[in-house]
Nanobody, 124 residues
């Protein structure tokens, strides 16, 4: 059974930084595409950053240059380093893995494995 558990969210002032982590069990990061999504109330979940098995990364335009996605295959852990945070980055952030019975697509990939989410709040 695949389980993804996020941590690292919190409250920060604009311009600050946070690092999110996502630990997986029952799923091999090394062989699969992983991503971070975010969602605000009343809106659909949107892709923020993704990383493929070879380490190639993709970013949403709104976070390019400020967020960095990375992974440690040995620890089965995915990271999202967020810098220069803005109030509009406030959202629930979710770790996601490609595969499974997914309903959400991003960058041509279907995501069916999700964590429970971690809240990020950026104040002005």
């Amino acid at each position: 059974q695949v389980q993804l558990v996020e941590s690292g969210g919190g409250s920060v002032q604009a311009g600050g930084s946070l690092r999110l982590s996502c630990v997986a069990s029952g799923y091999a990061y090394g062989n699969n595409y992983m991503a971070w999504f975010r969602q605000t109330p009343g809106n659909q979940r949107a892709g923020v950053a993704g990383i493929d098995p070879d380490g190639r990364t993709t970013y949403a335009t709104s976070v390019k240059g400020r967020f960095t996605i990375s992974k440690d295959n040995a620890k089965n852990t995915l990271y999202l380093q967020m810098t220069s945070l803005k109030p509009e980055d406030t959202a629930m952030y979710y770790c996601a893995a490609e595969g499974g019975i997914g309903r959400i697509w991003w960058e041509g990939r279907k995501f069916g494995y999700w964590g429970q989410g971690t809240q990020v709040t950026v104040s002005s």
